[in-house]
């Protein structure tokens, strides 16, 4: 399975809602990505986890919290949003965290828009 | 820092034209570029790619040569098809910045009939 999943593949929320964002992987990488991609535009990292521990944050706002529960999951939880966070989140996953050879698998994204 | 530049698109052309998009790179340390196409409504996926100087990467018709004496990691197709229109993504990562991607701006290809 060279499968990256994300669910929902579209969302709608208003500015008062909380919802999340999910990506699973069964390839046994243990680096996971969270990107946000605006039209035209290629992906901007926003976080990684190595290990399941959080190794990078992009000096995300805090509306934006990962959490990732085990190996194979990824979610990234949205609460108190703007509409200028409405994009394509990309999830990706890589075999070993830190190991530049390694190549990104990303899921197909989820296309959120904030009203 | 690191950076990838592309060249600028959109690129148009007729099938089974010949194709090259250009791709320079800055890094600090010993890089490995990538070639990711992100098809409409999709994520990315890799095309190709090279870990290290004068290596070839080959894929679908699609290759590219790391090229360290001039920085750069061209794109070309023989032959492209209109399924080959996409968006094509140049990326590196080296090992100082924490194994993290520079992607470039993207380039825009379309393939007419």
């Known amino acids: 399975d060279t499968e990256v999943t994300q669910t929902p593949k579209h969302l709608v929320m208003g500015m008062t809602n909380k919802k999340s964002l999910k990506c699973e992987q069964h390839?046994?990488?243990?680096?996971m990505y969270w990107y946000k991609q605006k039209a035209k535009k290629p992906p901007e990292l926003m976080f990684v986890y190595s290990y399941e521990k959080l190794s990078i944050n992009e000096s995300v706002p805090s509306r934006f919290s990962p959490e990732c529960p085990n190996s194979s999951l990824l979610n990234l939880h949205l609460h108190a949003l703007q509409p200028e966070d409405s994009a394509l989140y990309l999830c990706?996953?890589?075999?070993?965290?830190?190991?530049?050879?390694?190549?990104?698998?990303f899921g197909p994204g989820t296309r959120l828009t904030v009203l | 820092g690191n950076s990838v530049t592309q060249m600028e698109g959109p690129v148009t052309l007729s099938e089974e034209a010949f194709l090259t998009i250009n791709c320079t790179y800055t890094?600090?340390?010993?890089?490995?570029l990538f070639w990711y196409v992100q098809y409409p409504g999709e994520g990315l996926q890799l095309l190709l790619k090279?870990?290290?100087?004068?290596d070839k990467g080959s894929n679908k018709g699609f290759e590219a040569t790391y090229r360290k004496e001039t920085t750069s990691f061209h794109l070309e197709k023989g032959s492209v098809q209109v399924s080959d229109s996409a968006v094509y993504f140049c990326?590196?990562?080296?090992?100082?910045?924490?194994?993290?991607?520079?992607f470039g701006d993207g380039t825009t290809l379309t393939v007419k009939p």
């Open positions: 890094a600090t340390g010993y890089p490995s």
């Open positions: 990326a590196l990562s080296d090992n100082t910045n924490a194994g993290k991607s520079t």
């Open positions: 990706a996953s890589s075999q070993e965290p830190g190991l530049v050879s390694n190549e990104q698998f």
């Open positions: 390839m046994g990488h243990r680096a």
């Open positions: 090279a870990t290290k100087a004068d």
